[in-house]
């Protein structure tokens, strides 16, 4: 029995944020009181035998609307009592369903504990149901991955391989051509998520052999072409960029690179698409991320020219979507724009025919008549203007999101005079716009590093702080999506206060980095070693430059002992982090207890990694060497 059930003292009663309109709950209240009848009822005097549950149902989806989870929860729940244990088949579905709000409710809610069980009967109905329909195994397949997810989440990542695999084996043992979803695409996307549990817990060659799978089976569709081009395409480049992230931690470099390098040419194919601009788009994004694994395979000059052609791309989307947007603006100007123009002939008025042509061109329609436009030209919120804007801030953000991320690739290579005009273009454009805190953060946690390589300590102080200040408005709401930032947010600021001889804050800003990021590697450890070990080696430094030398030389040693095993896996992706590890681990050594063995031996494997870094790439890498000798001539 429920102990609590929903009423309408708890409808009048829920809070509203200050922020928001309170919601309309009539159709609500009116389920309510319907519910409220129906309870005292036996169900055989019902109007009908599920007349409570799906009243209750329509009232968990009305309060789901407005975001009450808590109270949709309460719905839910009882709709499953109510059902009870032995639910007949004819009312298999609806319970089904109703099992399946629950899990939504309950994800949105944070409790994922809670909401696995409810997953697994949502997989177990699902089969019953594909008994007598055959396509609900589409229902029970996904149920089953969204379990795999939330396991995940969770951290629980031996239990998510073993399902992930029980998942692969059910699908195998499907009928081929039943209805529903093709089994091919079931299964080669349930390969992709073996591939990702895999590399969660370091079995990479089994990963390399799912992610090979699941890509010929990507493949053998693209070849068919009897799919949609652009959804097969997408999941084939995901599969290339799998096989070369598992490939690059076998230490099978040329292998992955082959990968790399052909996702991006998937998209360099024109598709078919309604929208012009779309392919360009799918490329530019494929660039961006293809750019971020080319520079962990090392290959960093290759990296900037992927990022350097993704801008491009972009840039010249946003141009076309900003000039229709003025066409647009021009040919149905405003309220604001009619009083600014004084009496200059504005709107349909510049244009010999009334603008009929131009709108006709701008809204892609030849039937466009006199009447239509007049009737545009009346509406006072228009909407063709207004998707243009959107169009235009979509456009633009995702310039400013490839812009910091070329940023960083110009880092990489020293190249910082350019790297800061692509991260103060990218901050200028985020700024622009209303609610970008995610993508204005980033630009400016950037921009503060790239501020910090060109000695100009007290601006990029300024750019994390309020990096760290979007950052956390953005946690506080969400922290599973934004914590991680939040933490490379202080992290950055803790090195900036410490550049400038705000210790405090310094030490502050690294705890609080340290604390999350000691979270996220229990949940994650594979994915998260590398930036807990440079925010190790950073507190190492905070410590140092306040004189705690004892705690320094742990957070360092720590440090280096997290790096040691990627670094030995997947060398192109960490040792440049690494040799800055032991380095700063050398130099407190040194500063604890004079020119120590173990810290000489740090500074010379430092030297080492660099001098192999430097031949490869000079520019890069050069000045870090001559860094790593100066140590190492202290320490001798």
Known sequence: MLEDRITSEMLLQHPVPSDEAYPDLRYARVLLEQIEALRGQPRETRP?????????????????KPGWYDLARLAYLEVIEDYGTDVAVDHLDDFRRALQSLGDV?????CLEEALPILREVQ????RLAVVDASALDLANDAHTR?????????????????????ISDIRQQPADGPGRNRGFTLAYALGRYTDCLTSVGRFDEAVEAATEALTIWRDYLHAGEEPAWLVKNYYVKALRSLGDA????????????????????????????????????????LSNVATDLGRLGRHLEALVAAEEAVSHLREIAARKTDRLQRLERLFPDEEAFFDGHDQPMGRELFEDGGLIEARDLLD????????????????????????RADVREAELSLCVSLYNLGVHLHDLNRVDEALAADSEAVEIARRHQDTAEQLSLALNNKSCTLASLNRQEEALEAAREAVALCGTLAATDPETHEQRLALAQHTFCVSAVNVGRYEEALSASLQSLDIYRRLHQLDPHRLAGDLAYALADHGLVRFRRGEHAEALMATAESVEIYRRPAAQHPARYSSRYAYALLMFAEVRMATDGAHADGRAAAEEAVALYQSLAAGLPEAYEHRLAHAHSVLRRLE
């Open 365 to 388: 329609d030849e039937e466009l008549t006199e009447e239509d436009l007049d009737d545009l030209e009346c509406d006072q919120d228009n909407y063709h203007v207004n998707e243009s």
């Open 106 to 110: 309950l994800v949105e809610l944070g």
């Open 48 to 64: 009908s035998p599920d007349a409570l549950a799906q009243a209750l149902r329509s009232l968990g989806d009305e309060l789901e």
């Open 247 to 286: 490939l690059a931690w076998v230490g099978r470099y040329e292998e992955a690179h082959t990968a790399l390098t052909q996702s991006v040419e998937v998209y360099r194919q024109p598709i078919d698409a309604d929208e012009e601009d779309l392919p360009f788009r799918h490329l530019a994004d494929t």
């Open 124 to 127: 177990s109905v699902s089969l």
């Open 147 to 167: 379990f795999i997810g939330i396991l995940v989440r969770l951290g629980r990542h031996d239990e998510a391989l073993e399902s992930a695999a029980a998942a």
